[in-house]
């Protein structure tokens, strides 16, 4: 499996309403109609961002079989036939702001993700990384203690924490270095986010409302 993710801003001229009101009325349909190839598709909104907002409004997941398939879509998506999608991308979202990546998803706490089909309340933390003088060990030592301790702090108040790494960190148009997603016990359950470590820069805890496609509806 394959997971890639994106950063997908709204047009200025829009509100985060009227954004995630046409992302799953209108553009999902249309993305679906296309593309058969999904084995997960959740979309997560963000509903806000401290101390500073993320600089995207919705954080896709875009789940394959393996990355030639991904490859493929790719291709697809750049064609003249794929220009449907970039015409629908324009009516609602920042397109020269867009960016993705792939990642690899570590399940750190509870059990494996399984289907949410209804609107899932999740939390999340942003990390970037110090610097680039930061070697990959400092920081990947820092992330697994930061982990431990997110995981330490909340037990009894969460159900689940994975973390999302990008492939290839040094994409210059990345927001982020790292995501810790926690699904809370309730909605209203915050976290306590403990200190970061210097390896570890910039740090945002986000809030996110999770739409999931039903896996009938992505073959259909």
């Keep these: 499996m394959m997971k890639v993710i994106g950063f997908i801003p709204r047009r200025t001229d829009l509100p985060r309403t009227a954004f995630r009101d046409y992302y799953e009325t209108q553009h999902v349909l249309l993305a679906l109609h296309h593309i058969h190839s999904f084995t997960k598709y959740v979309r997560n909104h963000v ?3 401290a101390p500073q907002e993320p600089g995207f409004d919705c ?8 990355p030639e398939v991904a490859v493929e879509i790719a291709a697809w998506v750049a064609s003249p036939a794929g220009q449907v999608l970039h015409e629908d991308e324009a009516k609602f979202m920042d397109r020269p702001r867009m960016a993705s990546c792939p990642v690899s998803e570590q399940l750190l706490f509870g059990p494996a993700r399984t289907v949410e089909p209804w ?10 990384r110090a610097s680039s003088a930061t070697s990959p060990a400092d920081f990947a030592a820092e992330l697994a203690h930061f982990g431990k301790e997110l995981i330490r702090r909340n037990k009894g108040s969460i159900t689940r924490v994975c973390l999302d790494v990008p492939l290839d960190p ?35 805890e986000l809030t996110f409302d999770a739409i999931e496609t039903p896996p009938v509806a992505l073959q259909a």
């Design 59 to 66: 954080l896709p997941e875009w789940w394959f079989d393996g």
């Design 170 to 204: 040094s994409q210059a148009s990345l927001p982020l270095h790292a995501l810790f997603t926690v699904w809370p016990v309730t909605p209203e359950t915050r976290i306590d986010v403990p200190q970061r470590g210097t390896a570890l820069g910039s740090l945002t």
């Design 47 to 49: 509903v806000r961002g």
């Design 119 to 128: 609107v899932t309340r999740k939390l999340g933390v942003m990390l970037t």
